[in-house]
């Protein structure tokens, strides 16, 4: 039993209290068809944000996931990452892009062959905070145009940025970072609200025991792997007794049990911040089909992913 007067621990309410975002903007990139660009790994937060047109952006050996004009990508850790028109076309790396095709000696960029045309703005942001906030996200958090995260303040806020865009006037960049800070501390909100309002817990474990943080870093960064204990037990070196038993004792619950709720946890942000379907939610998360996540989702949270995605249809209040 808790003494009196004692005060929960509360991580999400923490961060989102936190939350305050400062963006810079690398480029504003107009892109003709056939193009593509890489961008290096490094410890440091960047987005890209589709102002018109369409791009894929590709990490790691993950499926390349497919940005539309008003997407945002989200990289909270910096992997390096590429984008392009099409999966499988050509990357320059972007730093080269900003040296050698910038335009007015700016940051803004014309690059590409005579098909359509995409535009870009591409930039790192800062959390306060961050080692409390930055840990809590997926590697790549997309936020859809028309997710419940975007529906209700999108238009206007885009419609600025293109301005400023097409304008180009002195301080354009100035302005666009700021615009920018909405747009990023609004994904990162709302990724984090689906998962409070859910009754998630963070699940952003920092292990003292190596082995053990091996084992969650595993988890989280191929979440729709078939993992079991004894898989676990084996990429980390150690016995399936030994490694429960650890696990337990620096996490607090069962490895299967931290990785349901890790799944799920995951599951209630793609529900806010993306236009995915059911079956495509349960895969990214690990199930076998829609039905089998849909089970899952509602026994742990008490209703079904389809009314937790229409209940959070509530505005949350953008922020700077």
Same mark, same amino acid.
């Given at each position: 039993?808790?003494?009196?007067?004692?005060?929960?621990?509360?991580?999400?309410?923490?961060?989102?209290?936190?939350?305050? +975002?400062?963006?810079? +903007?690398?480029?504003?990139?107009?892109?003709?068809?056939?193009?593509? $660009?890489?961008?290096?790994?490094?410890?440091?937060?960047? #987005?890209?944000?589709?102002?018109? %047109?369409? %791009?894929?952006?590709?990490?790691?050996?993950?499926?390349?996931? /497919?940005?539309?004009?008003?997407?945002?990508?989200?990289?909270?850790?910096?992997?390096?990452? =590429?984008?392009?028109?099409?999966?499988?076309?050509?990357?320059?790396?972007?730093?080269?892009?900003?040296?050698?095709? @910038?335009?007015?000696?700016?940051?803004?960029?014309?690059?590409?062959?005579?098909?359509?045309?995409?535009? !870009?703005?591409?930039?790192? $942001?800062? &959390? =306060?905070?961050?080692?409390?906030?930055?840990?809590?996200?997926?590697?790549?958090?997309?936020?859809?145009?028309?997710? +419940?995260?975007?529906?209700?303040?999108?238009?206007?806020?885009? @419609?600025?940025?293109?301005?400023?865009?097409?304008?180009?006037?002195? %301080?354009?960049?100035?302005?666009?970072?700021?615009?920018?800070? &909405?747009?990023?501390?609004?994904? /990162?909100?709302?990724? !984090?609200?689906?998962?409070?309002?859910?009754?998630?817990?963070?699940?952003? *474990?920092?292990?003292?025991?190596?082995?053990?943080?091996?084992?969650?870093?595993?988890?989280?960064?191929?979440?729709?792997?078939?993992?079991? +204990?004894?898989?676990?037990?084996?990429?980390?070196? !150690?016995?399936?007794?030994?490694?429960? @038993?650890?696990?337990?004792?620096?996490?607090?619950?069962?490895?299967?049990?931290?990785?349901?709720?890790?799944?799920?946890?995951?599951?209630?942000?793609?529900?806010?911040?993306?236009?995915?379907?059911?079956?495509?939610?349960?895969? =990214?998360?690990?199930?076998?089909?829609? @039905?089998? $996540?849909?089970?899952? $989702?509602?026994?742990? #949270?008490?209703?079904?992913?389809?009314?937790?995605?229409?209940?959070?249809?509530?505005? &949350? =209040?953008? *922020?700077?």
């Amino acid at each position: 039993m808790e003494p009196v007067g004692a005060q929960r621990s509360d991580p999400i309410g923490d961060a989102l209290t936190a939350l305050s +975002v400062r963006s810079s +903007v690398f480029c504003l990139s107009e892109l003709t068809a056939p193009w593509g $660009f890489s961008v290096d790994g490094a410890p440091m937060s960047k #987005f890209h944000l589709v102002l018109s %047109g369409a %791009g894929w952006l590709s990490l790691g050996g993950d499926a390349p996931i /497919l940005l539309r004009a008003g997407d945002l990508a989200l990289l909270p850790r910096g992997h390096a990452h =590429a984008i392009r028109d099409e999966p499988a076309a050509g990357a320059v790396p972007l730093d080269r892009l900003i040296a050698e095709h @910038s335009v007015d000696g700016g940051t803004r960029i014309s690059y590409g062959g005579a098909g359509p045309m995409t535009r !870009l703005l591409c930039g790192a $942001f800062s &959390v =306060a905070d961050e080692h409390r906030v930055l840990p809590l996200l997926p590697d790549v958090l997309r936020v859809d145009a028309d997710s +419940v995260a975007m529906s209700t303040w999108l238009a206007p806020m885009l @419609s600025s940025l293109e301005a400023e865009a097409a304008e180009g006037d002195r %301080g354009s960049s100035a302005i666009q970072a700021k615009i920018a800070d &909405v747009f990023v501390a609004q994904a /990162l909100r709302a990724w !984090l609200t689906a998962a409070d309002r859910a009754g998630v817990l963070p699940l952003a *474990v920092l292990s003292d025991d190596p082995e053990i943080s091996t084992a969650i870093s595993l988890v989280r960064q191929q979440l729709s792997a078939h993992w079991t +204990v004894d898989r676990l037990a084996r990429q980390v070196g !150690l016995t399936r007794t030994v490694f429960i @038993s650890r696990f337990r004792r620096s996490v607090g619950e069962s490895p299967m049990r931290y990785i349901m709720r890790l799944r799920l946890s995951a599951a209630a942000g793609l529900l806010s911040t993306t236009r995915l379907s059911l079956l495509d939610i349960a895969a =990214a998360t690990g199930y076998r089909n829609d @039905s089998s $996540f849909s089970k899952a $989702f509602a026994r742990e #949270f008490g209703r079904a992913p389809g009314s937790f995605r229409t209940g959070l249809r509530a505005p &949350v =209040a953008a *922020v700077s």
